[in-house]
């Protein structure tokens, strides 16, 4: 086995919010990262410090992982750097806000792409080198929206409660191997996230009290090094979430959609 300064962990969606924030751990204990976002000038921007930070060597790789088949051409694109993958966190990820009758279907298919299918695609490759070799972890950034209805937000909901359901069984499949699988599931985190869905007016964000990314990378680096299957970052989360599992559907998607309406401050 290799050691630990020889190892690569890469970090889809890693030169902001969540994803910035894992880079920096697996950097600051000594991993090369491979470090993957759509925009090469921020790349070059993270890389530089964390090499200079932590003087590890950084990969980066420019692609917007909502084109069709740009998980596999990511695959590749390693394979023919001939890196070997210790590590993959499945980070990137979209959401879009509205009436599902009124959201743009376009927007929603390469939600779908990237929350569902590159996610699968790069879980699917990376994980049989893996089991192969009987070593490795995978990181799945899923959300708490996966174990709730999601009104006004439901494709979102609905590809992270497709990560959640598929990384449980994966625990179940692995669970005779040397690698492990985990489910990260963060609430609402104060990254550019909800500028980009268009709900940063929502009560969510405008009254609610937003997670630090940096406690929830920490909350789930520390589950993907101890092999958890999952862990739910944040107290009142994990009560949302308790509630959400006790209670009637139609009532969870109700205290889920109070959060979602527009705040008087956000006018």
Request: no cysteine.
């Amino acid at each position: 086995m290799a050691s630990i300064n020889e190892r690569y962990a890469v970090i889809t969606g890693a030169t902001s919010g969540i994803g910035y924030e894992l880079a920096k751990l697996f950097a600051k204990d000594g991993y090369k990262l491979v470090i993957v976002a759509r925009n090469q000038t921020e790349l070059d921007s993270k890389a530089s410090e964390f090499y200079s930070q932590y003087q590890t060597e950084v990969v980066t790789i420019a692609k917007d992982l909502s084109i069709n088949n740009s998980g596999f051409d990511l695959y590749d694109e390693i394979k023919a750097k001939g890196i070997q993958v210790d590590v993959l966190v499945n980070n990137a990820a979209q959401g879009q806000y509205g009436q599902f009758v009124e959201t743009d279907i376009q927007r929603e298919l390469e939600m779908v792409q990237l929350n569902i299918v590159t996610y699968l695609v790069l879980t699917k490759l990376f994980l049989k080198e893996m089991v192969a070799r009987n070593s490795g972890k995978i990181l799945q950034v899923a959300s708490i929206g996966g174990k709730l209805p999601g009104p006004l937000t439901s494709v979102y909901h609905a590809t992270k409660a497709f990560i959640v359901s598929h990384t449980d069984a994966l625990v179940n499949e692995l669970k005779d191997t040397g690698v492990t699988i985990t489910a990260l599931l963060p609430g609402p985190t104060d990254t550019d996230f909800f500028r980009k869905a268009g709900m940063e007016n929502t009560t969510m964000v405008q009254e609610g009290s937003l997670s630090d990314p940096a406690k929830v990378a920490k909350d789930g680096y520390e589950a993907l090094m101890s092999g958890d299957a999952s862990v739910i970052s944040g107290l009142k989360n994990k009560i949302q979430v308790g509630m959400a599992d006790i209670l009637p559907d139609n009532v969870a998607a109700k205290m889920v959609e109070k959060q979602m309406e527009p705040s008087d401050k956000g006018q």
